[in-house]
C-alpha cells in the first residue's frame, strides 16, 4: 500500500499536479525583499541556488505565459542579486530563456530592462527582437544611464558622443514609440533635452503666466531683476 501511495506521489510531481508555482515565486520574492540588505545572503549558494532551482521547476510547469515570465524574471532578480557562480550561470539562463520567448514584447522587455539594465541584456535584447519598440527601449535604457552619470559629473568625451547619437534617435528614427509609461520617446527626449538646455542652473528661468491669490493677472518676466521666491501648489 506505502510502495503505492509513493508511486502515486511520484507520477503526480512530474505531471505538476499539486505544484503551487505562483505561492513559491510569491514566497521567494518576498524573501528576495527581506534579504535585499543581507550582504551574507547575496553570496550564500545555498539559497540563491534554491530559488533558482525552484523557479526554474516554476516556469517549466507554468501553464500560461504570464506565470512562465514571472518565474523567469524573479529568476533573473535572483541572478542579480546574488555573487555566487550558480548565480552568474543563472543570469545567462533566465536571459535566454526571457528572450527567447518575450523578445518581441515592449511590455516584458520593458520588465527585463528594469530588473536587469546591463550593456549584455541590452545587446542581447538588440540581437533577438524584431520589434522598434523593444529597440527604443533598449537605447532609451542606455541613454538613461548616462543622463543618470550626467547628475553626478560631466561625461566624458567618448560617452557625451554616444549620448547625442542615442538622443538623436530616440528623437528621429523611434519618435513615435512608447515607453513604459506610455508617452512617446520623441516627446520625452525633446522634455529632457529642454531641461538640460533650458533650465539649468544659471539659466534664465521660462516666463511663467497666471493669476495671484487675489486673480490679478502677473508674468514672472514683470519681477526680472528681483529675487523671487516661486510656490507651486495644486488642488484636485
Not at 536587469?116 to 538613461?144: I, N, Y
Request: charged fraction near 30%.
Amino acid at each position: 500500500m506505502l510502495s503505492k501511495l509513493f508511486l502515486g506521489w511520484v507520477s503526480a510531481a512530474a505531471l505538476g499536479l499539486g505544484f503551487d508555482g505562483a505561492a513559491d515565486v510569491a514566497r521567494i520574492r518576498e524573501e528576495l525583499r527581506k534579504k535585499q540588505p543581507d550582504a551574507a545572503a547575496r553570496a550564500d549558494d545555498a539559497l540563491t541556488g534554491g530559488w533558482l532551482e525552484t523557479l526554474w521547476q516554476t516556469a517549466a510547469q507554468a501553464q500560461d505565459d504570464d506565470a512562465r515570465f514571472a518565474a523567469l524574471l524573479l529568476a533573473m532578480q535572483v541572478s542579480e542579486f546574488g555573487t555566487t557562480q550558480v548565480c552568474k550561470e543563472g543570469r545567462g539562463k533566465a536571459r535566454d530563456e526571457l528572450l527567447a520567448r518575450f523578445a518581441d514584447d515592449p511590455k516584458r522587455m520593458g520588465e527585463l530592462l528594469r530588473v536587469s539594465s546591463t550593456a549584455e541584456t541590452r545587446e542581447a535584447m538588440l540581437a533577438r527582437t524584431a520589434h522598434k519598440g523593444v529597440k527604443a527601449l533598449c537605447l532609451w535604457s542606455e541613454a538613461a544611464g548616462y543622463l543618470s552619470t550626467m547628475r553626478r559629473e560631466k561625461l566624458g568625451e567618448e560617452a557625451q558622443k554616444r549620448l547625442d547619437v542615442l538622443m538623436g534617435l530616440l528623437r528621429g528614427e523611434y519618435k513615435d514609440e512608447l515607453d513604459s509609461r506610455g508617452r512617446r520617446f520623441g516627446d520625452v527626449v525633446e522634455g529632457r533635452l529642454r531641461a538640460m538646455n533650458d533650465l539649468a542652473v544659471g539659466k534664465v528661468a521660462p516666463d511663467i503666466e497666471g493669476k495671484d491669490l487675489d486673480g490679478a493677472p502677473f508674468k514672472l518676466s514683470d519681477y526680472r531683476g528681483k529675487i523671487v521666491v516661486l510656490d507651486f501648489w495644486g488642488h484636485w
